[in-house]
């Protein structure tokens, strides 16, 4: 068994292991949060150009250079959930850092964020353009 790495490494292409040592795919995508070191889950590309699956963070069971072990079985693995792109964000920063218009810029921000881009609400797959995208990322991520 070799020395485990953070998830900040993982890098499409890698290879992904059922729990059994079977191959399931390789990633496709890491979903998470860098600057907050938060790891959501993996994007897993089942096929060359098919939608890829979705393992949450919580199903990973170890992460090891260029190989992450999941903690499903072979079975589990092939029933995951397709991958849904998160929807993206928008932030709005006020104008003026003083007093009330701080307060104002707070909710600001908020309505913004709820009415022009609620995020994680609008979810979609990825469309055969992007598929190719990411086959090729992949491919160069070996």
């Known amino acids: 068994m070799s020395d485990p790495v953070s998830w900040l490494e993982v890098r499409p292409g890698w290879r992904v292991l059922a729990a059994d040592g079977t191959h399931v795919g390789d ?28 393992a949450a963070a919580d199903q990973v069971e170890r992460i090891e250079e ?7 079985s072979r079975e589990q693995a092939a029933g995951l959930s397709e991958y849904l792109q998160p929807a993206s964000s928008l932030e709005i920063e006020p104008d003026d850092h003083r007093g009330a218009g701080e307060a104002i ?38």
């Open 66 to 72: 260029g190989v992450v072990h999941l903690s499903l």
């Open 27 to 54: 990633v496709d995508e890491v979903v998470g949060d860098e600057r907050r070191d938060i790891f959501d889950g993996l994007s897993i590309a089942t096929s060359a150009l098919g939608q890829p699956s979705y």
């Open 105 to 142: 810029g707070a909710e600001t921000r908020e309505v913004a964020g709820h009415v022009l881009e609620p995020t994680g609400r609008r979810e979609h797959e990825m469309n055969f353009f992007q598929r190719v995208a990411h086959y090729f990322r992949r491919m160069r991520g070996r």
